[in-house]
């Protein structure tokens, strides 16, 4: 059997592998990888930064994958040697293995500038995975953090830690960020944009050393000028990791140099991504990395010789800090014989620019606005003739036919620049596998998985080629801010919005109404886990004074009651304040809780602070109550101690918001006298533990709660309710009971996401839920302090006051 051996576990090397696979043939594949990690989408690592995306949804292949096509993976075991005469390859940890033939993708290694200071404390990297998980232990709000290099890297990892709460610096040596990519002009825009999002940028400035005592302190540059930083990222650009072929004899110029079929100078060693050169050439894109990794599966397998790879035409497609980029070619345009078309809305922050050569595309850059990037890519690759067209470059005229641009690309074409994804690739999987939705597509392909840049045009290509697909339209919010739950979450987190009139005033029409305000108060208090700006105006009524408002005006007041259990001296209190303020009803509720109903506005500081009980939110969307049996403690039939547990569930979660109103129950035994399967969140008593249920109903519509999982301790139970209710917070519409919210992701994909999730998953959502918990308080608290002084004051009637 022929033996293959991969050195680099990246995203090169396996995406080799997966099209060598599909050639099917007998072969031994070994892969090494020095990191300790499955391979992942590398692009993604800015999105984990920022707490966009949990580790394990940019994970490209997991250990199922490697076990299923039989390939020997050797994790944490660096290659140090080839031995190109016996044909060997010997690891760190003295492991041998032969090959017939041998790819090395090493990818490339982090450029660490020749300056003093960098062996110090607190001085980063930002490449791997592992570089992401340091940089995010380090990260904290306040935090000052330094980014040296306003490139794309830089920029991403400047924006992670923004969103992390760090006081964010970012240093360039050069006039324009994002030099390679932009022009001055393009390059001033996204300044101007990243500055407006509270990232200070310092350009033309040389760093001459990090300062410090063995811990960072500090940036000095050249003229003697520092800024004062708790941690610095490198972010200075990469260099191809040459270092293992050089010391086996191979040709090496800046790359391992390679022919049109990725050879190396020794015909049984090939080489891809970014440690190869082809022509002179070092690619650092994903899609390049792609088209040699076919190239080389066609070789290895089929020893198909009638395509060689003739280099990339590359293109940049990038959203930074929520402002989409697109370079191509030559987009400076300093040739005096070049033609320039230019495009600019200051205002709305878009800027085009079109580098004409003998009537001919050569360059194309976009800022703010990417959305015609394909039309100029095919005049790019076709070089075609634009006087035809030369009225229209930069706004093509209607047409009566929607599907008219995925139709003129070639199969070929780039879709999906982060995964590779052709059109091609797309159109043959909605075929082969019967594909109707874009998740389906997802799934199957991975194109629209990175940063989902080309999802409408994925979506045209459904429409064009799959006879059931149905586009899914995200409704917005209302006319005041047109934008879908979804991508305003987006917005606040990526842009650091922490406000109600933030989020207006940059995306909305500035004023608001009774349909957003309140959702938008929702989302940035769980966004930023009750370290938000918070605006009482945008509230509900029944939020601004913490009760219920009744039809007449009055309002009802219900104190919590931890899992339906109360005292002597609660009911004394009860009772007082309802004779003192002759209250005209007093009901026992079907939560287990008592509603003195009636209460005049202006007397609730005082029965709050004569009950001395906290609020039950009964008036809010958040979380009401835990109904419980008594379970062990006086029932023959009890298997677990409901009561107690009820009572300690209600204590983790009470004074917390949610996407709407939570209802809770815990029962001792299957009997189900607290009708637990038909909460929000329940937890079911049974011999030796209990089931967690989710999603019931028992209103205008009866649902019975979904099984989320069975656990053996208590402990287990209440976490899991604690993961799943974050997990709501953080995931559901505002307005969406959890019942709408389980049928619509599915019970399957939650469980895939909140219990049977990687352990740093759950601890992220219980982490956060903890922040937000210590950031609540007893909302009647403000009783005493009133946070304006007509909260409380009754507003009498119009008609009362003529």
């Given amino acids: 059997m022929r033996k293959l051996v991969v050195i680099g576990n990246g995203m090169a090397g396996v995406a080799c592998v997966e099209q060598l696979l599909k050639y099917g043939g007998e072969v031994a594949i070994t892969i090494f990888g020095d990191e300790t990690h499955v391979n992942y989408n590398r692009i993604m690592l800015s999105s984990v930064l920022a707490g966009d995306k949990p580790e394990e949804a940019i994970v490209l292949n997991d250990l199922d994958w490697y076990r299923k096509h039989n390939i020997d993976l050797k994790l944490g075991r660096r290659v140090v040697e080839i031995d190109r005469e016996l044909r060997l390859v010997r690891a760190d940890d003295g492991t041998v293995v032969g090959y017939d033939q041998l790819i090395i993708a090493t990818g490339s290694v982090a450029f660490v500038p020749p300056m003093g200071g960098t ?33 794309l890297l830089g920029l991403e990892a400047a924006r992670g830690l923004q969103v992390q709460g760090c006081d964010v610096t970012v240093v360039h040596l050069l006039e324009t960020l994002m030099n390679i990519q932009l022009d001055v002009t393009g390059g001033e825009y996204l300044r101007r944009k990243i500055e407006q999002l509270g990232v200070k940028v310092l350009t033309s400035r040389k760093t001459a050393a990090l300062t410090g005592d063995g811990r960072v302190r500090g940036v000095r540059f050249d003229d003697g000028e520092e800024v004062p930083a708790d941690f610095v990222v490198l972010a200075c650009g990469i260099r191809p990791n040459t270092a293992l072929a050089r010391s086996a004899g191979l040709q090496v110029n800046r790359g391992i140099v390679v022919d049109d079929f990725l050879r190396t100078s020794d015909e049984h060693i090939y080489a891809v991504g ?8 070092v690619y650092g894109l994903v899609a390049p990395l792609l088209e040699q990794g076919k190239v080389l599966a066609a070789a290895l397998a089929a020893e198909d010789y009638s395509r060689p790879y003739q280099g ?30 230019r495009y600019e809305d200051a205002g709305q922050g878009v800027y085009k620019k079109l580098v004409l050569k003998e009537k001919r595309l050569a360059g194309v850059l976009l800022v703010g606005d990417a959305s015609q990037e394909h039309r100029f890519m095919d005049w790019l690759r076709t070089q075609a003739d634009l006087a035809p067209v030369r009225d229209s470059l930069m706004f093509p005229p209607p047409t009566p036919d ?31 596998k019967g594909l109707s939705t874009l998740a389906q597509l997802k799934d199957c392909t991975r194109a629209s998985t990175g940063c989902g840049s080309c999802t409408h045009l994925c979506e045209s290509l459904l429409q064009a080629v799959a006879p059931g697909f149905a586009r899914e339209i995200p409704e917005g919010m209302c006319s005041c801010l047109p934008y879908p739950q979804e991508k305003v979450r987006e917005f606040i987190r990526g842009q650091q919005l922490r406000s109600v009139q933030e989020v207006l005033d940059i995306y909305g029409n500035g004023v608001g109404c009774e349909i957003c305000k309140p959702a938008l108060s929702y989302m940035v208090d769980v966004v930023w886990c009750g370290e938000h700006d918070e ?86 969307k958040g979380v ?31 004074q917390l918001h949610s996407p709407h109103k939570v209802k809770m129950g815990v029962v001792g035994c299957p009997r189900n006298c607290a009708e637990a399967t038909v909460k929000d969140i329940g937890l079911v008593g049974q011999e030796g533990g209990w089931q967690v249920v989710v999603g019931g109903a028992a209103g205008k519509t009866v ?6 999982i069975t656990v053996t301790e208590t402990e287990q139970a209440l976490q899991a309710a604690q993961i799943f209710f974050q997990y709501y917070r953080e995931n559901a519409n505002y307005l969406e009971r959890t019942y709408d919210f389980v049928e619509r992701l599915g019970i399957e994909k939650i469980r895939k996401e909140t219990v049977y999730a990687p352990e740093a998953v759950r601890s992220g959502l219980l982490e956060r839920l903890r922040k937000s918990r210590a950031h609540a308080s007893d909302p009647w608290l403000e009783g005493r302090q009133p946070a304006r002084p007509t909260q409380f004051v009754q507003i009498e009637p119009v008609e009362v006051v003529q």
Avoid at 539 to 563: E, L, Y
Avoid at 703 to 708: E, S, T
């Fill in 119 to 151: 062996d110090q404390e607190n001085v980063y990297a930002f490449r791997t995975l592992d570089d992401t998980r340091a940089l995010l232990r380090r990260a904290r709000p306040g935090a000052r953090a330094v980014v040296i290099g306003g490139g």
């Fill in 274 to 281: 970014e440690c190869a050169e082809h022509r002179g050439i």
């Fill in 312 to 341: 990339s035409l590359t293109a940049a497609k990038l959203k930074i800090m929520g402002v989409d980029v697109f370079s191509a070619g030559d987009v400076n345009g300093n040739d005096p014989s070049n033609e320039v078309v």
């Fill in 402 to 432: 929607r599907g008219s641009q995925v139709a003129a690309m070639a199969d070929s074409e780039i879709v999906c620049g982060c995964m590779g994804v052709t059109k091609g690739a797309i159109i043959g999987a909605i075929h082969e």
């Fill in 535 to 620: 605006d009482r105006s945008a509230r509900f009524i029944n939020d601004r004074v913490h009760a219920n408002i009744q039809k007449d005006g009055t309002f009802s007041v219900i104190p919590r009651m931890r899992g339906g259990v109360t005292s002597v001296a609660e009911l004394r209190r009860i009772a007082d304040v309802a004779e003192k303020y002759r209250i005209p009803m007093i009901k026992v509720t079907g939560s287990q809780r008592i509603d003195l109903l009636g209460v005049k506005k202006q007397d609730l500081p005082a029965i709050w602070a004569e009950l001395d009980m906290p609020s039950g939110m009964a008036y809010t």
């Fill in 624 to 654: 009401r109550m835990v109904k419980t049996c008594v379970g062990t403690e006086f029932c023959r039939f009890g298997t677990q101690d409901s009561t107690a547990a009820g009572i300690e569930l209600e204590h983790r979660l009470e």
């Fill in 703 to 708: 649902r019975k709660a979904d099984l989320l």
